[in-house]
């Protein structure tokens, strides 16, 4: 018997260190209500608390979708971008975003924001190019939609997990824009479509510059968007090059800022020289000069004690 006294002990003092365990607070957010526009970027910025034990595996999703994210400082943060043509394909009146975060290995989901989709007035042009490139041959469409596939791959490869850059992202190109992102398009009064980049007067053949750091995913011909050239700048941004003249870089480069891709042209479906210059976020070309702005904008940073207000 004087053997079992200690063993009840020792069972009543482990109970009770277990009951004792220190209690895990979860942080508290403000939901942030936000408008959102097709075809426009948002930066989001969420505070990610330090005084909150083995707190890992963060990430943000809005409208059920994973948006790829990195930590600066403090902040997770990353950009949301809203389909061009998403009113026309969607009814939905808000989409909800959440922080995904892991606890002590248990998994919580803190609602932050609720961006409200609103329309946008983009403009129209018409446009006169050559025949061949409204009216499509056989030969000419099977090869738009081989390219098409093509690119498609190079999307889904687009780095989502760090950024290839360190410096705030440029204009490619500082002449005057002939052509704004977003404008229905008709060309030569029949093919209707949209504008998905930004237009730059460039004569032939003024060098034309990588917007920011990144690797050289495509550097091709392309059947409607003439000699291109695609980089990868990590944190799911793509920016485009097209209509070059020539390309000076191969696909694997690693570029600086303001390194020379290649020469502006005409190739391509192009009533004359410029630069085309496309940005793609995520899934989605959205308007690449309001996207410059976005990267200084502190609208939606949110810490984990309050948020920002309506808009």
């Known amino acids: 018997m004087k053997f079992i006294y200690p063993l009840l002990i020792l069972s009543f003092v482990s109970c009770s260190t277990i009951v004792q365990e220190k209690k895990v607070v979860l942080p508290t957010f403000n939901v942030a209500e936000h408008r959102v526009f097709p075809g426009k970027v948002k930066k989001l910025q969420i505070q990610i608390p330090k005084n909150i034990d083995s707190l890992t595996e963060n990430g943000i999703l809005c409208g059920g979708d994973r948006l790829a ?183 694997g480069d690693r570029v600086d800022q303001n390194l020379i891709l290649g020469l502006s042209g005409n190739t391509g479906r192009s009533s004359a020289p410029h630069l085309h210059w496309g940005v793609r976020v995520g899934d989605n070309w959205v308007d690449g000069l309001q996207f410059l702005e976005e990267q200084t904008n502190d609208e939606l940073k949110v810490d984990y004690k309050s948020a920002s207000g309506q808009k």
């Open 69 to 251: 994210s990195v930590m600066e400082g403090d902040y997770l943060v990353t950009y949301f971008s809203l389909n061009y043509k998403f009113l026309e394909n969607s009814k939905e009146s808000n989409i909800p975003c959440f922080l995904e975060s892991q606890i002590r290995g248990q998994k919580y989901s803190f609602h932050i924001f609720n961006l409200r989709p609103e329309k946008f007035d983009y403009p129209l042009s018409y446009i006169k190019v050559n025949k061949k490139h409204v009216d499509l041959s056989k030969e000419d469409l099977d090869r738009f939609l081989g390219e098409k596939a093509n690119l498609k791959v190079v999307y889904s490869k687009v780095t989502q997990d760090q950024k290839l850059y360190s410096k705030p992202f440029v204009r490619p190109l500082k002449s005057k824009v002939t052509g704004v992102y977003g404008s229905r398009r008709v060309f030569n009064n029949k093919k209707d479509s949209w504008h998905s980049g930004t237009d730059f007067r460039a004569r032939r053949p003024t060098p034309i510059t990588s917007a920011n750091e990144g690797i050289v995913v495509f550097a091709d011909a392309l059947f409607f968007n003439g000699n291109t050239v695609l980089v990868d700048h990590g944190l799911g941004i793509l920016t485009m090059y097209c209509h070059l003249s020539k390309i000076n870089v191969k696909v």
